[in-house]
């Protein structure tokens, strides 16, 4: 890193400082018009998108039109059509010790804010939360993941040739510049990766008393009872898992399933990913070499039987999925979060051992996700696993949901957004006290 970049980096964060106190962003109109820029540059940009992502993650059209592309086009599209309503100043009531007072709840910016870009859904999670920084009136400085290149370079077009750098800013970088800018009083810092990166993170906004909103990940298990429909977990748990190699933060990352119909589910789950999944390239690429040499020294460690594994290929980064069956906690595949298109499994005979295992061994998932007939003993089960959210019979999809939270809890995360949740996570709510004197 050198004297420039940090040189660029203090210019721009104090005029987007003056930009906010001006008070310039502030207004509804503004937001509006700030978001359809936003659309029509993403959309302007859809080939390059494409592109890019074929090159750092093998990402087909379809699979970027459904995981990048569209969720956030209509991110944008619910935050124009609902803004107004989530602006409304909320009145409240005010108890009798407040006299004659009119109470009410505003909702206020916080400022200059950094996002900071995880590589396994560049544009999806550069936008996603960029869309809560603008409505939320504030500005913002943005870092891509260096792992993902020649995306970063389409992100930093679409957003620095859209905004002007005192309002929105594109900085590429690594760890050294990513350590500098996060050395700045932010306002406000949105981080999304991994537990251990969300710990740096956090330690430094610290030092300015910075609030963060992490969204980190963590082992999501998927409990499947004896009574759950296979063919239907089996659909979800291939849909979840390979998507994007299995590199998202809320895909499951093990199964434990109920011994009397495990080695069941495990055929099905075998036969369903052959066909599909046996030759290299066909479920996109792992990010880096040395990600791919990890997952592949911690497969050959783990003591479970390797009952299927599709073709793998170094050099284009395509690791191919693998099931591994009679896996226990203490396996080298239940070490940490595996993002890959790897299926430990393990099993139990009572639900009761269930929760005191992942509540120990792995406490806190982004998701838990039950598969039964008895949506009743699902709740209990769900009830029982504090998790950042958590879903029965399906998996994944509710991070699509402007209507719903999206976030961990602990280890797996700090802060939620989506929809109002994002208007929310970038203001603060301010308490208004009105007395009135004549």
Known sequence: MNEHFKQSVDNVFASQK??????NTQGHDFKVTQLK??????????????????????RSHEGVD?????????????AIEHLAEWEKEERVPSPAVLGDTESSITRESFGVTYIVVPFNYPVYLFAGP?????????????????????TSRVIEDIVNNTFDASYIHVFQGARDENEYLLSLPF????????????????QAAAKNLTPVVLELGGKSPAIIMEDADLDNAVEELVFARMMNSGQTCVAPDYIYAHESIKDKLVTKLRDTLAPRYTKAGNNGKIITTRQFDALEEMLGKSRGNIVFRGESNRDSRYFGPAIVDNVDFQDSLMERELFAPIYPVLSYSDIREVAANINKYHPKPLATYVFTADVEAAREVIDQIPSGDAGVNAMMLHAFSPYLPFGGVGTSGLGHYHGKYSYEAFTHPKSLRVKRTA
């Open 37 to 58: 820029k936003l659309k029509a540059a993403i959309l302007a940009h859809k080939e390059q998108i494409y592109d890019a992502m074929e090159k750092d993650l093998g």
């Open 66 to 78: 459904m995981g990048e592309i569209n969720p956030i086009i209509d991110e944008i599209d619910f």
């Open 187 to 202: 306002d406000m810092i949105f981080f999304t990766g991994s537990p251990q990166v969300g710990k740096i993170v956090m």
């Open 130 to 150: 960029l869309i809560g920084a603008i409505i939320g009136g504030n500005t913002s400085i943005i870092k891509p993941s260096e792992a993902t290149p020649e």
């Open 18 to 23: 003056a930009s906010f106190l001006s008070g």
